[in-house]
């Protein structure tokens, strides 16, 4: 049968083979070999990122094999031993400190998978047309890199940072805004059984893919599903249906069963890049402890009321 939107998620993987997934990839990350170094710090700092007056935080260097990434390291101002917030990027692969929460108590690890950002800056090198290749990739590859790539990399830095002796590991937190919130969402199912407690994903992205592309068509305009599985549409069409699948194992929406811990979702009202209908459709999927705030008048950015909503929603799960 040939793949249409309609027909798409027929495709997915069952809730049964996601969790088979989820044991894999976890799995994997726990064999893989890691070092990690904290860098020295930069003096003078190139950004101001409002904790310097704190030792210890810094920038982390990430190997596994042959693969670099980076992170940014922000211990508790308590010293510890102190819960761990993980924060992932969006698809611009900025980075970001979170001094506020630093300051309400956490533990905070920012991590930038794919080594796309180093405290250098961007590796222009890996994004040879112009957008970062994470999300084309996973289709083009039918899953096998791309957001694999991406989430093994997150497992792998928590795992390091729930090893340190200033780390509750049994409390963690996941966040993160656009690709950021998705892949929050998917590390909390990959992690649901390794200590956490609450997730907290803003303007949510990788999520409802088939949605996202039928509101995408209808507003005469493109959505990241079409971005996503531009290779394969352009170069072998015929494996739709295989695309579609592998873009099924990194939908939020097939992960809903597992999201057992507290959740909090935040929708922007002008939002065409994460329209609500696809934040909606998984909120309604969520199992458990559940929060949804809509923000009228927004449009797809970062918002400094999620940032909020999700201290206090960590304050009190975490």
């Given at each position: 049968?040939?793949?249409?939107?309609?027909?798409?998620?027929?495709?997915?993987?069952?809730?049964?083979?996601?969790?088979?997934?989820?044991?894999?990839?976890?799995?994997?990350?726990?064999?893989?070999?890691?070092?990690?170094?904290?860098?020295?710090?930069?003096?003078?700092?190139?950004?101001?990122?409002?904790?310097?007056?704190?030792?210890?935080?810094?920038?982390?260097?990430?190997?596994?094999?042959?693969?670099?990434?980076?992170?940014?390291?922000?211990?508790?101002?308590?010293?510890?031993?102190?819960?761990?917030?993980?924060?992932?990027?969006?698809?611009?692969?900025?980075?970001?400190?979170?001094?506020?929460?630093?300051?309400?108590?956490?533990?905070?690890?920012?991590?930038?998978?794919?080594?796309?950002?180093?405290?250098?800056?961007?590796?222009?090198?890996?994004?040879?047309?112009?957008?970062?290749?994470?999300?084309?990739?996973?289709?083009?590859?039918?899953?096998?890199?791309?957001?694999?790539?991406?989430?093994?990399?997150?497992?792998?830095?928590?795992?390091?940072?729930?090893?340190?002796?200033?780390?509750?590991?049994?409390?963690?937190?996941?966040?993160?805004?656009?690709?950021?919130?998705?892949?929050?969402?998917?590390?909390?199912?990959?992690?649901k059984d390794r200590g956490v407690k609450a997730v907290a994903a803003d303007v949510t992205a990788l999520?409802n893919y088939p949605l996202v592309m039928r509101i995408g068509e209808a507003a005469g305009s493109g959505?990241?599903?079409?971005?996503?599985?531009?290779?394969?549409?352009?170069?072998?069409?015929?494996?739709?249906?295989?695309?579609?699948?592998?873009?099924?194992?990194?939908?939020?929406?097939?992960?809903?069963?597992?999201?057992?811990?507290?959740?909090?979702?935040?929708?922007?009202?002008?939002?065409?890049?994460?329209?609500?209908?696809?934040?909606?459709?998984?909120?309604?999927?969520?199992?458990?402890?559940?929060?949804?705030?809509?923000?009228?008048?927004?449009?797809?950015?970062?918002?400094?009321?999620?940032?909020?909503?999700?201290?206090?929603?960590?304050?009190?799960?975490?």
């Open positions: 049968m040939t793949a249409t939107i309609e027909n798409a998620m027929q495709y997915y993987p069952t809730a049964s083979e996601i969790d088979e997934w989820c044991v894999n990839l976890l799995n994997e990350s726990d064999r893989a070999p890691l070092s990690a170094e904290l860098l020295p710090a930069p003096d003078p700092w190139p950004l101001s990122l409002g904790v310097r007056h704190h030792e210890g935080h810094g920038y982390v260097k990430f190997t596994t094999g042959d693969e670099t990434f980076y992170g940014f390291w922000q211990p508790a101002l308590s010293g510890g031993p102190a819960p761990l917030l993980v924060h992932l990027p969006g698809y611009g692969a900025e980075m970001s400190a979170h001094p506020e929460l630093v300051a309400a108590g956490f533990n905070v690890l920012h991590v930038n998978p794919l080594g796309y950002n180093t405290p250098a800056g961007f590796d222009e090198s890996k994004r040879p047309r112009g957008e970062w290749p994470v999300l084309p990739d996973t289709a083009a590859t039918f899953g096998k890199h791309g957001y694999r790539d991406f989430l093994r990399h997150a497992l792998l830095a928590t795992r390091w940072a729930q090893g340190l002796a200033c780390v509750q590991p049994d409390r963690l937190g996941v966040f993160g805004s656009s690709q950021g919130g998705g892949t929050a969402l998917l590390t909390a199912s990959l992690l999520t959505s990241y599903t079409h971005f996503a599985l531009s290779p394969v549409t352009g170069e072998c069409p015929e494996r739709l249906p295989d695309a579609w699948r592998a873009l099924g194992y990194f939908d939020t929406l097939s992960h809903a069963h597992r999201l057992a811990m507290p959740t909090l979702l935040t929708g922007a009202g002008l939002d065409t890049n994460t329209p609500i209908p696809s934040i909606r459709s998984l909120f309604d999927k969520l199992p458990a402890t559940r929060s949804y705030t809509e923000i009228a008048g927004q449009q797809h950015r970062y918002s400094p009321l999620f940032l909020q909503l999700a201290k206090a929603w960590f304050i009190a799960h975490v």
